[in-house]
């Protein structure tokens, strides 16, 4: 699964209308909706890449409500919804740390796109949900693993889903991409390190 397919995997949802409906929602054009998702795909991968490093890819998605990432991905009127909202800001809690990184890579990526920062600001919990919705769509043991179970760990996980780790799909896949997103300008690596003083 290359870089591209995770913003695919994005653009796919809502019967393949995603990235117009975050336009529509957001008062932006499709094509500034498109850079502001590929501007934050960079940072969001450094964050799964943190989880997966500490073994907790299993306990992100459990802070995921089953029905939240089927909405999200199915209606557009999710995308504005408190519980995405806040259930994606409680996802970038995990992944980064603080809401100091948070700014940080709104202000970068609407350096790169020209979308105003404050628009960044609301539309990162909201590519948050779906990308880990995405993540937890892709693990068959989602829906049935408890919270902070024994599969909290990476390598739990990914033996649950040999078979697509084999061939590059499912969860496996989609771990391989996101922590391999780069905007070519080093700000993935750049939010790995300031995650990792957080952490510290």
Do not use: C, W
Request: charged share 20%; proline share 3%.
């Amino acid at each position: 699964m290359s870089n591209n397919a995770i913003f695919d995997l994005l653009a796919s949802a809502q019967g393949g209308s995603a990235i117009n409906n975050i336009a529509s929602r957001f008062g932006l054009s499709e094509s500034q909706a498109q850079s502001a998702v590929q501007a934050l795909l960079p940072a969001l991968g450094a964050g799964v890449e943190r989880e997966s490093q500490g073994g907790g890819i299993g306990a992100l998605l459990t802070q995921l409500r089953p029905e939240t990432a089927d909405r999200v991905l199915e209606n557009e009127d999710a995308l504005t919804d408190e519980s995405t909202v806040s259930e994606g800001n409680n996802l970038l809690g995990e992944l980064f740390g603080s809401r100091d990184v948070s700014r940080r890579v709104a202000a970068d990526a609407s350096a790169r796109t020209g979308v105003d920062d404050s628009i960044l600001r609301q539309l990162l919990p909201v590519v948050a949900t779906m990308v880990v919705s995405r993540m937890a769509q892709a693990d068959p043991n989602h829906e049935a693993r408890p919270p902070q179970s024994g599969f909290g760990g990476l390598t739990g996980i990914l033996g649950s889903l040999a078979g697509n780790s084999q061939q590059g799909g499912g969860l496996a896949g989609m771990l391989g991409a996101l922590t391999q997103q780069d905007s070519g300008d080093g700000i993935a690596d750049d939010i790995l390190d300031m995650i990792n003083r957080r952490g510290r």
